[in-house]
């Protein structure tokens, strides 16, 4: 059974500081995917990644994925209030062509105060 | 254009009724998944289709759960009868079908059973 794991669930921090959220997954899989939800609302894509090594950055986030490690990271970089919310990474374990309903993790909680 | 739409966005029901969530997913995407969210066990798949055919519906808690897509453009999820647990918001979201492209969702429907 593939799991995942995020840490922290839950993470205050002042506006202008760096952090970043860790995903661990159980098994072999190159399809990374990070959501961002706000309270009582829908999931928004943010980063779809696809092979070791991957990168990818949209303007103060930054997501990386290591395969071999089984890991993902999104980095916040110089923290803004709106950036307040719940982000959830999600693992496709499915090996094929084609794809396949998404395992997430518990989610990372994120108040950042001024 | 247009996204994932969900009916209806909330639904207070009493235990017994018999509930029905729907779902449009995006015009062309072939495949189409529920994902039901609780504090406590956070997203999880319930069930999936690609080109209107389940594929896995391991998800799915019981057989009061059941759920159909008889066209490519609805979707339908069913439970009957409800019980207080199954209050959680019920999601769908849509794709392409390719691990490339992200899975879309829906606003969900806020589901609670008295």
């Known amino acids: 059974e593939l799991k995942v794991e995020q840490n922290p669930l839950f993470l205050s921090m002042q506006e202008g500081k760096n952090y970043t959220i860790y995903c661990n997954y159980s098994?072999?899989?190159?399809?990374l995917y990070w959501y961002r939800q706000d309270p009582g609302k829908s999931l928004e894509s943010l980063f779809v990644?696809?092979?070791?090594?991957a990168v990818k950055q949209e303007g103060r986030l930054m997501a990386s994925l290591d395969t071999k490690a089984r890991l993902s990271t999104l980095h916040i970089t110089a923290a803004v209030h709106d950036l307040s919310a719940t982000y959830f990474c999600a693992v496709d374990g499915y090996q094929g062509g084609g794809a396949d309903g998404l395992t997430f993790g518990k989610g990372t909680h994120l108040i950042i105060q001024p | 254009d247009a996204g994932v739409i969900q009916s209806p966005r909330h639904e207070v029901t009493e235990m017994g009724q018999e509930v029905t969530l729907r779902c449009k997913p995006i015009?062309?995407?072939?495949?189409l998944f529920w994902y039901r969210q609780t504090m406590m066990r956070g997203l999880e798949l319930l069930i999936y289709f690609n080109n209107n055919v389940p594929i896995d519906d391991s998800g799915m808690p019981e057989d009061r759960f059941s759920a159909k897509m008889p066209n490519a453009s609805f979707s339908t999820l069913k439970i009957q009868p409800s019980e207080p647990r199954d209050s959680a918001v019920y999601f769908c979201?849509?794709?392409?079908?390719?691990?490339?492209?992200?899975?879309?969702f829906g606003d969900g429907t806020r589901l609670s059973i008295l």
């Open positions: 979201a849509s794709s392409w079908g390719t691990p490339d492209q992200p899975q879309h």
């Open positions: 015009s062309g995407h072939n495949s």
């Open positions: 990644l696809l092979s070791n090594g």
């Open positions: 098994t072999t899989s190159d399809r």
